[in-house]
Every structure is written in structure tokens, then in C-alpha cells.
């Protein structure tokens, strides 16, 4: 089996093991049919940007089972934190009633916050972000997501001593959408490269990759160690049909890529050589989350010397607790499953 040799080369000690940035969202879980999807001219399984009258008018519609903190990277940071590791995280909210209850979600989940809100007028102007997720009885997941105040994050939110503190930067995909938050994707490279650290990057979802294709192969090429992404978000990534083919290429382009397969497990990937995972049976119930999940227990061992078999395996046990739910976060203490 390929050991983790790289993670435990750090220049100086490292207070986080793992920062997260991305999109600070308020998750709203509610089940739905399958004909309300069609209805609504929403593609299943997607993830659609809407503005604040369309959160609105939808938030009407449907039974709301659940509200939490969310957003793919926090989601990531609070799992790998309930694994034992060491998490910060950085995300644009506003001074509002739901910004507040992000930040002190992220606090009880042992994740560390600091990042400044939006205040004043700015906040009226963009509230802290809602993603309504559509659950269908089949267990997938459809995002419609009013993005509000996360649309200000930039480079001058990226904290240079944070970032310098993380063994590791995980960065959202979703997140990617502006030429801000694109130029913050880079900052946050050069500053953990610039520290002896490394970065790694979930392409999010296949939607984000066809929209930003060009952009997301430079940093891929150029800035990221790690590269997560599931089959077809890696297929969209190369413009390719077949699996084998995205493996080829993507090997060439990061240090090592993890990629995530549903049911058929996930594959580690690097100098040409590929270790397979197998996925963890459970019963589904809402698949939200089960990428980010997978990210924080690959990370959380990686971060802490595992080898890359024993990264995959902690992945899939960590996915297959939170699709066994309603919601993107564990419902049990899953210390143990690190070992600890």
C-alpha cells in the first residue's frame, strides 16, 4: 500500500490540521417528489444559483425537515473536526440573525471561525446564504442556492496566518464562480505553498466545471496537490467519456487525485499508480454531503500520517454515516472510527 509520507513534512508545526474555504451557507432540508423537480424545471441532482425572490417563493413551497449550517468546505471542516482533527474555516457571512447562527453553528462544532462579517448596509444588501436542498425519495439531493453575502469573499479574506497555520488548505469548487473569489483560490496557494503546506481543491459539482472549465484546469495545473472530485465532475474536468481516460490525464496534473464513484467505491490516484477503495453499505436516505463527508475523513487521516488506503477507507466510513440521514453531519461521534 502507498504511505502517506508527505503530511508529516511540515516546516514548522501546524496549529490546524485542516482550513477549509468555501461558501458559508444555512442548509434548508425538505423532501419533495420527483414531479416537483419537473415542475420547477430543476435538473436532478444539480446544484442552481437563484436570487433572493426565487428562495423565497420556493421556500413556500415545500416542508422544511431540517435547518443547519452548511456549505460544502464548512460541512467538510465540521465532519473532519468530529474525527478529532484540528479545523478552521474561512466564509463570508453577514451580521445577521443567520450569519450568527453559522458562526456559533461552526463554534459548538469545535471548528475555528474567524472570518470578519459584512455589516451595515452591505449586509442588508447581502444576507447571509441560504441552499434550499430538494430531497427525493430515492435519497438524491437538488440544490437551489441564493449565495447572498458569499459573493464578497476575495483575496483580502484569505488570512495569511491561518493559512500558514493548516497543514492543509481544502478549497469549494463552489465557490469558484467570480473573479474574486478565483484570485482567493490563488492567494490561498501561494501562501500555503509559500509555508512548506499543501492545497487541495473539491471541484464540487460537474455544473461549476462546464462553467469555469479553463479556469479550473490552471489551477489544477498550477496550484493544487489534491485534487477531490466524484466520476462526473472529473469526466466534465477532461471532456472525456470514459473513467479510465479522466484517470490518465489527472494523473499527470496533481500530486495525487481522490475520486469518489457512489456505489462503486472511490480510486486514490498518483504517479500512475491507482489504490481502490470500497464503499461502506448503508441505507440511504439523503446524499447530501456525502462528498464533503468522504473529503473530511480522507483528510482528517491523511493529515495524521495515515496511509492512502486507510485515507480512502476513514472517507467512506465518514460518507456513509451522514447518507444514512437526513442532513450533511455526522449524528454520532465518529472519533473512533480514526482510531483514537
Given at each position: 500500500m502507498e504511505k502517506n509520507t508527505e503530511n508529516s513534512g511540515q516546516a514548522t508545526e501546524c496549529r490546524f490540521d485542516i482550513l477549509g474555504i468555501g461558501n458559508a451557507i444555512v442548509d434548508i432540508l425538505a423532501p419533495v417528489a420527483p414531479s416537483f423537480l419537473a415542475a420547477n424545471d430543476m435538473t436532478p441532482g444539480g446544484m442552481m444559483l437563484i436570487d433572493a425572490i426565487r428562495a423565497q417563493e420556493l421556500g413556500r413551497e415545500i416542508r422544511r425537515e431540517k435547518e443547519m449550517g452548511g456549505g460544502s468546505a464548512a460541512n467538510t471542516c465540521v465532519v473532519a473536526s468530529?474525527?478529532?482533527?484540528?479545523?478552521a474555516?474561512?466564509?463570508?457571512?453577514?451580521?445577521?440573525?443567520?450569519?450568527?447562527?453559522?458562526?456559533?453553528?461552526?463554534?459548538?462544532?469545535?471548528?475555528?471561525?474567524?472570518?470578519?462579517?459584512?455589516?451595515?448596509?452591505?449586509?442588508?444588501?447581502?444576507?447571509?446564504?441560504?441552499?434550499l436542498i430538494l430531497v427525493t425519495p430515492d435519497g438524491q439531493r437538488t440544490m437551489n442556492t441564493y449565495l447572498g453575502a458569499c459573493v464578497s469573499f476575495g483575496p483580502d479574506d484569505v488570512l495569511p496566518?491561518?493559512?500558514?497555520?493548516?497543514?492543509?488548505?481544502?478549497?469549494?469548487?463552489?465557490?469558484?464562480?467570480?473573479?474574486?473569489?478565483?484570485?482567493?483560490?490563488?492567494?490561498?496557494?501561494?501562501?500555503?505553498?509559500a509555508a512548506g503546506r499543501r492545497v487541495a481543491l473539491s471541484l464540487s459539482d460537474a455544473f461549476c466545471v462546464d462553467r469555469h472549465r479553463d479556469a479550473f484546469l490552471d489551477l489544477v495545473r498550477g496550484h493544487v496537490d489534491i485534487l477531490f472530485a466524484n466520476e462526473m465532475e472529473i469526466l466534465s474536468l477532461y471532456q472525456v467519456k470514459e473513467f479510465d481516460d479522466a484517470l490518465r490525464q489527472v494523473s499527470a496534473d496533481t500530486h495525487f487525485a481522490v475520486l469518489?464513484?457512489?456505489?462503486?467505491?472511490?480510486?486514490?490516484?498518483?504517479?500512475?499508480?491507482?489504490?481502490?477503495?470500497e464503499s461502506v453499505r448503508t441505507q440511504v436516505v439523503d446524499t447530501t454531503g456525502a462528498g464533503d463527508a468522504y473529503a473530511a475523513g480522507f483528510l482528517a487521516g491523511w493529515t495524521s500520517g495515515r496511509e492512502l488506503a486507510e485515507c480512502g477507507r476513514l472517507g467512506s466510513v465518514a460518507a456513509s454515516e451522514v447518507i444514512s440521514h437526513y442532513g450533511a453531519r455526522p449524528l454520532i461521534n465518529m472519533r473512533q472510527d480514526m482510531g483514537f
Open positions: 468530529n474525527m478529532g482533527a484540528r479545523v474555516y474561512l466564509g463570508k457571512v453577514a451580521d445577521d440573525a443567520t450569519g450568527r447562527t453559522f458562526a456559533a453553528d461552526m463554534q459548538a462544532a469545535g471548528v475555528y471561525f474567524p472570518s470578519v462579517p459584512l455589516k451595515g448596509k452591505d449586509a442588508q444588501q447581502q444576507p447571509t446564504a441560504s441552499c496566518d491561518v493559512v500558514t497555520a493548516s497543514k492543509v488548505t481544502y478549497m469549494e469548487g463552489y465557490l469558484f464562480d467570480r473573479p474574486e473569489a478565483q484570485a482567493a483560490f490563488r492567494r490561498a496557494a501561494e501562501i500555503a505553498h469518489t464513484r457512489s456505489e462503486k467505491g472511490s480510486v486514490i490516484v498518483q504517479d500512475q499508480q491507482q489504490i481502490v477503495i
